[in-house]
Every structure is written in structure tokens, then in C-alpha cells.
């Protein structure tokens, strides 16, 4: 009589590798190889495992990724079922971005995966390009250009596009936001992307907006900086005796040697008067810095910023607009800035076909992985899993945090 180890939701793959359905691993079954069998040394799994348990132990160029992998050959071979411990040559490695990846299909392998664990109740969606550095090559061949719409609470880019040369984010910016469900969600954006066509798409897919306002938008400025010029408690010469429904929330910060001081004050007085789809608050965001040095104040900056948003005061008040408009910087800290320092992608030459686009495409999925795992901080995520390789794979194989 045989027996079977895989339980319930669990699935074994044709190496004998028991895995999660929904886990990264599943998605890696569906990938299209296009190469053909004779001459083949490696499954496209196993290739793309290899890669991504490098990824999460620290190793980032195709040749650190190479030697990472001779180096541990005898305990990936087990953890992989491979009958002998040779591992693949950087050019292998190589060709896997450049030529045997369709850019495409691992794109929507990404969503797929990314999205299946969207939150729901307003999570904010942070709508932002990135310029890949290491893909242009001067007077030949333009740097790559990518749009994502990032989840900021999951960690997870839900989807992305390409910019093409002949276009800017803001063309681009619909065919992201029609790849995700936007229903109880809130997408942000910079004052580029606060346009009226997107709002009315946001609005149509159920979700809501909020943009800053700044010159793009003369008329809404200047509608924006005058009501918010009328007093809160007593009138200056000109505005007479004007009755506001202002409301204001303060959050007080303070770290490396900076105070910072954000107030934001909202308004629901030009609903009826913007001609700007769905509407429902417009706010005033004062942002002032103090950096300090033994408590003594060296020097001060302020910064105003004006912006509107379809979430009505029921949904969210200032307090909560403050947070909102927070978070959407996550997707520069937590995202752009990582892929930058922690895994050295601009540093990274990929000029050759969609290289730039999958290698991105990977650094968005092991900072999921990362999140999966609890870890706050993915530099110290990756120094852990170079000593606890069996963790980094259990990672890829469950849906599950460690």
C-alpha cells in the first residue's frame, strides 16, 4: 500500500516537490518555456527557483547568483529533487531574463499572484513610475519606464505597465488601473496623475481618488488657495462674515534629528462648484520641518499643499486623509527605494530585450515574499535567509507566513 504525505490544498509537483496552490511556486508551473527539449539541463522552475531563493539570500547580479548556487549545489539538489548537484552557468541565468522569459506572461503571473491577496476596506493603491537606470544606453537605446499600482498595507504590486516613449504615466495610467478590482479601495497618485478622465475611471471600477493639486490645474489651485485663505475664526478685509465647515487634524513627528509637523484641514464648501468628477472634500496639507540638533532649532522649512479627494467626510476625516496621504510615499520607501539599495537594480546593466522589465518584475515579487515573512526591513530579511536556506524555500512553496 502507498502512502502520500500531501494534505488538503497542498499539491506534488513531477520532481516530488509537495507544494501550496496559490503559493509562488504553483504560478512558476504555469510559466511558458519556449525553448526545446533536446539540450534542455533545467526545468524553468528550477531555473526560476534558483533565482528567487538567490534573491531572498542576498545574491542579485547572474554571476553571484551562479556561484551562490554551485556553493550550496548539494543542498538545493535536495531541496529541489535534482539527481545531480551541477548547477547552471551565469549565462544560463542570464539568458532566463533575456530570452527564455516572456515578459507578458510573467507579468500577468506577478498580478495573479500579487492579487490574490488584496485587501478590501480602502486600502490605499499608490500609482507611481520608476525609470530603470541599468536598461538605456546612451544615444542608442532609451532608458525602460514602468507605471505600478502598489498596494501600500500588502506590500504587493498589483500591476504594472510599460511607458512607452511616445507616451507619459498619464496615458499609460488606464491600463493599469483596468487590470485590478478598485471596489473599497483608494488610489493616490502625484499631482501628474490628478486628472479628471482617471478620476471618472477610478469612480467607474468602484473606487476612489486622491490627488494633490498643484500647477497643472491653475483653476482648481486658485479655487483651492482661496477658500482656504478664509479665516477660522475671525474675517480679514474682503471676505466679510463667511461660515466654514473646516476641519483640521495634526500629527506631530520626530526622528533623525527632524520635527516634523503635519496639519491638514478639509473642506466640503466646493462639492457644488469644481468641476471635477465625484468630489466630495478638498484639503490644505501643511507640512513644517524643524531639524534640530541638541533641542536647538538650526533651521525651518515650510511646505502647502493642496489636493482633493471622492472620499466624503463620513469616510474620512482629515485625520484620516492625513494618514492616507502618508502612506502613499510607501511606494517610494517601500518599494522603488528597496529595489534601488537593497537589490542594486539601477546598478544593474539589463539592456538586452524585456531583461530590465522581468528583473523589476522579480524584485516586486521577493519583496512580497519578504512581507509574506513577517519581515519589516528586507535587507535584514535576506542576510536571514542566507543562513536558513530551507525557510527561503518553504517560502516559495506556502502561501503561509513562516
Same mark, same amino acid.
Given at each position: 500500500?502507498?502512502?502520500?504525505?500531501?494534505?488538503?490544498?497542498?499539491?506534488?509537483?513531477?520532481?516530488?516537490?509537495?507544494?501550496?496552490?496559490?503559493?509562488?511556486?504553483?504560478?512558476?508551473?504555469?510559466?511558458?518555456?519556449? %525553448?526545446?527539449?533536446? @539540450?534542455?539541463?533545467?526545468?524553468?522552475?528550477?531555473?526560476?527557483?534558483?533565482?528567487?531563493?538567490?534573491?531572498?539570500?542576498?545574491?542579485?547580479? !547572474?554571476?553571484?547568483?551562479?556561484?551562490?548556487?554551485?556553493?550550496?549545489?548539494?543542498?538545493?539538489?535536495?531541496?529541489? @529533487?535534482?539527481?545531480?548537484?551541477?548547477?547552471?552557468?551565469?549565462?544560463?541565468?542570464?539568458?532566463?531574463? #533575456?530570452? +527564455?522569459?516572456?515578459?507578458?506572461?510573467?507579468?500577468?503571473?506577478?498580478?495573479?499572484?500579487?492579487?490574490?491577496?488584496?485587501?478590501? @476596506?480602502?486600502?490605499?493603491?499608490?500609482?507611481?513610475?520608476? *525609470?530603470?537606470?541599468?536598461?538605456?544606453?546612451?544615444?542608442?537605446?532609451?532608458?525602460?519606464?514602468?507605471?505600478?499600482?502598489?498596494?501600500?498595507?500588502?506590500? %504587493?504590486?498589483?500591476? #504594472?505597465?510599460?511607458?512607452?516613449?511616445?507616451?507619459?504615466?498619464?496615458?499609460?495610467?488606464?491600463?493599469?488601473?483596468?487590470?485590478?478590482?478598485?471596489?473599497?479601495?483608494?488610489?493616490?497618485?502625484?499631482?501628474?496623475?490628478?486628472?479628471?478622465?482617471?478620476?471618472?475611471?477610478?469612480?467607474? #471600477?468602484?473606487?476612489?481618488?486622491?490627488?494633490?493639486?498643484?500647477?497643472?490645474?491653475?483653476?482648481?489651485?486658485?479655487?483651492?488657495?482661496?477658500? $482656504?485663505?478664509?479665516?477660522?475664526?475671525?474675517?480679514?478685509?474682503?471676505?466679510?462674515?463667511?461660515?466654514?465647515?473646516? #476641519?483640521?487634524? %495634526?500629527?506631530?513627528?520626530?526622528?533623525?534629528?527632524?520635527?516634523?509637523?503635519?496639519?491638514?484641514?478639509?473642506?466640503?464648501?466646493?462639492?457644488?462648484?469644481?468641476?471635477? !468628477?465625484? *468630489?466630495?472634500?478638498?484639503?490644505?496639507?501643511?507640512?513644517?520641518?524643524?531639524?534640530?540638533?541638541?533641542?536647538? *532649532?538650526?533651521?525651518?522649512?515650510?511646505?502647502?499643499?493642496?489636493?482633493?479627494?471622492?472620499?466624503?467626510?463620513?469616510?474620512?476625516?482629515?485625520?484620516?486623509?492625513?494618514?492616507?496621504?502618508?502612506?502613499?510615499?510607501? +511606494?517610494?520607501?517601500?518599494?522603488?527605494?528597496?529595489?534601488?539599495?537593497?537589490?542594486?537594480?539601477?546598478?544593474?546593466?539589463?539592456?538586452?530585450?524585456?531583461?530590465?522589465?522581468?528583473?523589476?518584475?522579480?524584485?516586486?515579487?521577493?519583496?512580497?515574499?519578504?512581507?509574506?515573512?513577517?519581515?519589516?526591513?528586507?535587507?535584514?530579511? %535576506?542576510?536571514? $535567509?542566507?543562513?536558513?536556506?530551507?525557510?527561503?524555500?518553504?517560502?516559495?512553496?506556502?502561501?503561509?507566513?513562516?
Amino acid at each position: 500500500m502507498e502512502y502520500s504525505t500531501v494534505e488538503g490544498g497542498q499539491l506534488l509537483s513531477a520532481g516530488g516537490i509537495i507544494y501550496e496552490a496559490g503559493s509562488l511556486y504553483s504560478r512558476f508551473q504555469e510559466v511558458p518555456d519556449p %525553448r526545446k527539449a533536446r @539540450g534542455k539541463r533545467y526545468e524553468l522552475v528550477t531555473l526560476l527557483v534558483l533565482i528567487f531563493l538567490a534573491k531572498l539570500c542576498g545574491q542579485d547580479r !547572474p554571476v553571484e547568483i551562479a556561484d551562490w548556487a554551485a556553493n550550496h549545489g548539494q543542498s538545493l539538489a535536495e531541496l529541489l @529533487g535534482l539527481s545531480r548537484v551541477w548547477m547552471p552557468h551565469h549565462n544560463t541565468i542570464r539568458r532566463v531574463y #533575456q530570452d +527564455i522569459l516572456d515578459e507578458e506572461a510573467f507579468d500577468e503571473l506577478a498580478q495573479a499572484y500579487a492579487q490574490e491577496a488584496q485587501a478590501t @476596506g480602502w486600502e490605499v493603491l499608490a500609482l507611481d513610475g520608476k *525609470v530603470l537606470r541599468g536598461t538605456g544606453i546612451s544615444g542608442v537605446q532609451a532608458h525602460t519606464h514602468l507605471l505600478s499600482l502598489y498596494a501600500t498595507e500588502s506590500q %504587493r504590486v498589483l500591476a #504594472q505597465t510599460q511607458v512607452a516613449a511616445t507616451e507619459n504615466e498619464v496615458s499609460a495610467a488606464p491600463r493599469v488601473l483596468e487590470k485590478v478590482n478598485l471596489d473599497g479601495q483608494v488610489v493616490t497618485g502625484d499631482a501628474l496623475l490628478a486628472q479628471k478622465k482617471l478620476s471618472s475611471q477610478i469612480l467607474a #471600477q468602484k473606487g476612489a481618488y486622491l490627488w494633490p493639486i498643484k500647477a497643472n490645474h491653475p483653476g482648481v489651485l486658485a479655487a483651492l488657495e482661496t477658500l $482656504f485663505a478664509i479665516p477660522q475664526t475671525r474675517p480679514k478685509p474682503g471676505f466679510g462674515q463667511v461660515r466654514t465647515d473646516f #476641519q483640521s487634524s %495634526r500629527k506631530v513627528n520626530k526622528g533623525h534629528g527632524r520635527l516634523e509637523i503635519r496639519t491638514l484641514t478639509a473642506s466640503g464648501m466646493l462639492n457644488t462648484h469644481l468641476e471635477w !468628477p465625484g *468630489v466630495a472634500q478638498v484639503y490644505r496639507l501643511e507640512r513644517e520641518f524643524r531639524w534640530l540638533r541638541q533641542d536647538q *532649532v538650526l533651521r525651518t522649512s515650510h511646505q502647502t499643499e493642496y489636493g482633493l479627494t471622492s472620499l466624503a467626510a463620513s469616510q474620512a476625516s482629515p485625520a484620516r486623509l492625513l494618514q492616507l496621504r502618508r502612506q502613499h510615499w510607501r +511606494i517610494e520607501t517601500g518599494l522603488h527605494y528597496r529595489r534601488d539599495v537593497t537589490f542594486q537594480e539601477d546598478a544593474t546593466r539589463a539592456t538586452k530585450g524585456a531583461a530590465g522589465r522581468i528583473l523589476a518584475t522579480i524584485h516586486n515579487l521577493v519583496l512580497a515574499l519578504i512581507k509574506q515573512a513577517g519581515f519589516t526591513n528586507a535587507a535584514k530579511a %535576506r542576510r536571514w $535567509f542566507a543562513g536558513h536556506l530551507p525557510q527561503a524555500f518553504a517560502l516559495l512553496t506556502s502561501t503561509s507566513r513562516l
